[in-house]
């Protein structure tokens, strides 16, 4: 099997241990306030979901949260009931927990500082952060979060300490062509400077009920197919992946699963045998079969593997506690056994 005919996905369970965000992006249908729809999920809330996805094959506990929810005077008090001095030390005590299950997790909190990254980086398997758009979006007119200097500095900062990382982009939230290509050239130096990018994201933008964007129409699907294939051109040796639950707004699910694969992408994400995509809910994952059997029908290897990719297994960019885990549930090449 050549390396080049690899195409990867891990199975997951979605955490999304608050939605409550200090941001207001116009395409989100995920964020909630105190009060409004907001909701900060206890330990035994997240524990029971991550036992349910370890009893259905998952390896990866998916943190996915608003940013910065004690920016919230009410979520800080409440953390500071439960005996947590910030929301991040919620975070490492719930990844602490679930690496006590053998679950791997992957936090996605937002814009972090060093510090921060620092301190999650001995509990999670890897991290991520979207950089979206490396330039401003009238969609972030109310986000300091998605100032594009803040995320480079996150994702730079995650490069320093060796953490593998997940970014990517956004497709179809008002950037021109040029925007992205400015991206994945940014991510690109980075990955130069720090060789820690585990793959790139291409996500289009789904509409979504109740939002400033809710009228919008989802990229053109040649507009994604070129992106994908420049991705692919600009970083050569990261793999490329499209979410494939959003293949939903295009149709035809095997036939776009062979055109994503021609134009490069290598990898198909996270998909739950259990829980929603609960900041695209209304996408369904599709199964594990039937990602796999689209793949081999398009003349590609499915592989399984980890929320931490292979090359990094091998570098073995992780704490004690991490590696532990990973070498009950890793084959010798680095994917899940
Ligand atoms: S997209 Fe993310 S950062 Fe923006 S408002 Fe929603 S949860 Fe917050």
């Known amino acids: 099997m050549r390396h080049e005919d690899i195409v990867t996905y891990s199975r997951n369970v979605f955490l999304p241990v608050s939605n409550i965000c200090r941001n207001r992006c116009a395409y989100c249908g995920f964020r909630g306030r105190p ?10 809330e997240v524990l029971s979901m991550a036992w349910v996805g370890k009893l259905c094959g998952c390896t990866e506990a998916l943190i996915t949260t608003g940013e910065r929810p004690d920016f919230f005077l009410s979520v800080k008090e409440r953390l500071r009931e439960w005996g947590f001095r910030d929301f991040t030390h919620y975070v ?8 006590r299950l053998d679950m791997l997790p992957h936090v996605n909190l937002g814009v972090l500082s060093k510090h921060e990254l620092r301190r999650l980086k001995r509990w999670c398997a890897s991290m991520g952060l979207m950089l979206e758009c ?5 969609a972030h007119a109310h986000s300091p979060g998605k100032t594009p200097a803040f995320r480079l500095a996150t994702i730079e900062a995650a490069g320093e300490l060796r953490i593998p990382f997940t970014t990517g982009i956004l497709v179809g939230v008002g950037e021109s062509e040029r925007d992205r290509m400015f991206s994945l050239h940014l991510i690109r130096e980075l990955h130069d400077r720090y060789g820690h990018i585990q ?3 291409v996500q289009p933008f789904e509409p979504k ?3 400033p964007m809710h ?3 989802p990229p053109a699907w040649r507009t994604v197919l070129r992106t994908v294939r420049a991705a692919a051109r600009i970083l050569p040796e990261v793999p490329i992946q499209f979410p494939p639950n959003l293949l939903h707004l295009y149709g035809f699910f095997e036939r776009r699963v062979r055109e994503l694969l021609r134009a490069g992408v290598r990898d198909f994400g996270g998909i739950s045998p259990i829980t ?3 900041v695209n809910p209304r996408a369904p994952w599709p199964s594990a079969e039937q990602l796999r059997a689209a793949i081999l029908r398009a003349g590609f290897q499915p592989r399984e593997r980890l929320p931490v990719y292979p090359c990094y297994v091998e570098r073995r ?3 004690a506690e991490v590696k532990r885990i990973v070498d009950r549930i890793s084959d010798e090449a680095g994917y899940r056994n």
């Open 215 to 217: 009228a919008w129409k």
């Open 92 to 99: 490492e005590h719930l990844c602490k927990s679930l690496l």
């Open 199 to 201: 793959e790139v994201i």
């Open 209 to 211: 009920p109740n939002t």
């Open 276 to 278: 929603p995509d609960f």
């Open 317 to 319: 960019w992780m704490s």
């Open 35 to 44: 009060n409004n729809g907001g909701w900060l999920l206890t330990t035994s």
């Open 134 to 138: 490396a330039t401003p979006l009238p």
